[in-house]
């Protein structure tokens, strides 16, 4: 289905007879024709001959004849190559009879474990959570599509030593009040007057740390303390993730504490495999390659002078658990940028014990910082990080305000259900169509605007499309002919043979704003045909091909928000 593909395809093996062996083609969209291969170029300084003398030879022996209207040397030594409309047209009609819209599943699928979100109990979300749950969530939904089995990893921050100012803080409360208090969601009170109350009272920090030996020794009483903390806080991890419309259930908590048995059993591999190293009274490793200013190896700290661990045990258990255990062939790790040092070394420290080998890979899925309007880490008026809630909560509010503006007609509850999906729509649009590496800046209004490459202006097209449909009082039929007369029509169906590419290219690299400027484009090529091509008022079969457009335009648009999460309603 991919016209780039069907074109290196039959230029490979000319540019091979040419060149004497395997040469890429290089093909691409060209503003002189429809597509452009400049390999000639290149290869004339291998053979030492004239490029336009070897590309008119490609050009002799390639088999273009079924696919190309026009193909001609140009400049220097260019093929430009114009793709015949009856073959362009047949492409669409393809597509149009594929469930999958020309993207086969995998036939060599991985097992993909994705971790991502990570809140911490007892902490409300914040706005730094928004990240890593948008991408982990479009990671999972694009992964599994595509026919690989995802294990959603929700790395839940659920022990260390604040539990015992935690457990001690409840204690205090007594049993229902703390329960009701925790059920409220008002968690952030809680951790604040916990955590102020073991800075001013020494008697409650010798408590806490008691209580923190209790916790870890697996005393019944506080554990029962403990589990409280961690099902209420969960509880209201899903009332957000509900409210996000992300894919992330209760099945999907793995909390930290779920590798506390195995951390010592990690020590004691690596020290057997003679990779552990004493620092500073600490059983360090050393990953090759990783080195501080000073050029002095770096240690990475399995397990502190105290005896106790810290993430990279954590981190090195789960990924000994995850390959050995799960048996995932692909590791996600949806992690801010600043965490890119950390998970080299683990990377590395793992490689060397043997638990991340090939074929098995790690990546980290990095991500820069969502900034406020004055370019700096978005915060509330009183400096404090945004909570995730208060943030969607208001999305949802100023989108259900434009709709009900725009859309007199729509009753409560349809403008509510609109509302929800326009307003979490530009929050996660606005996140995966920028660059993860990058930030980005917060800008409701340019969220929200129906101009421009914004969740709503590709949702409304979608509502666009449905009301054609509406209008038509039928569906397209799929079997119908399809002709492309006019240049709208033409530039359209290059959009729509395009998405099975872009798939499979974001399958790769997980860089969504790909996905995302994918559909802008398609949106925008079917804006242009809608104001030139008359779908209702045309003629029988040129009717019949529009409407085929058109349907199968609003179902790549449709599959392709749901694969960033966002929803398409059928009325703007």
Known sequence: MDLEKLLTDRLAPAFATVAGGPVDPVVRRSQRADFQSDAALALARRLGRPPRTIAAEVLDRADLADLCAAAEVS?????????????????????????????????????????????????EMHVGHLRSTVIGDAAARLLEWLGHRVVRANHLGDWGTPFGMLIEHLVDLGGAEAAHELSMGDLDSFYKTARAKFDADEAFRERSRRRVVALQGGDEATLRLWRLLVEQSERYFLTVYDLLDVTLTERDFQGESSYNDLLAPVVEELDRLGLLRTSDGAACVFPPGQVGRDGEPLPLIVRKSDGGYG????????????????????????????????????????????????????EHVGFG?????????????????????????????RATALARERNPELGEAEAAEVGRAVGIGAIKYADLSSDRHKDYVLDWERMLSLDGNTAPYLQYAYSRIRSIFRRAGAAARPDAPVSLAEP??????????????????????LEFHHLAGYLYRLAAAFSAFYERCPVLRADGPVRESRLVLCDLTGRVLRQGLHLLGIRSPERL
């Open 75 to 123: 400049g220097p030594g260019f093929l430009n190559l114009t793709v015949a409309d009856g073959a362009l047209a047949g492409l669409v009609s393809a597509l149009a009879a594929d469930p999958r819209l020309g993207v086969p599943r995998t036939t060599t699928p991985d097992t993909v474990v994705i971790d991502y979100s990570a809140p911490n109990v007892a902490k």
């Open 369 to 397: 910082s969502i900034l406020g309007p004055d370019g700096r880490m978005l915060r509330s008026r009183a400096g404090e990080s945004v909570k995730l809630v208060g943030l969607l909560e208001e999305a949802v509010a």
């Open 311 to 362: 993430y990279p045990a954590t981190d090195l258990a789960a990924i000994r658990h995850r390959t050995g255990t799960l048996g995932a062939t692909r590791l996600l790790y949806v992690v801010g940028l600043p965490q890119r040092r950390h998970f080299e070394m683990v990377y590395a420290a793992a490689a060397q014990a043997g638990w991340l080998v090939a074929p098995v890979r790690a």
């Open 488 to 509: 709208a029509e033409r530039a359209l169906a290059f959009e729509l043979v395009g998405f099975a590419a872009v798939v499979t290219e974001v399958e790769r690299s």
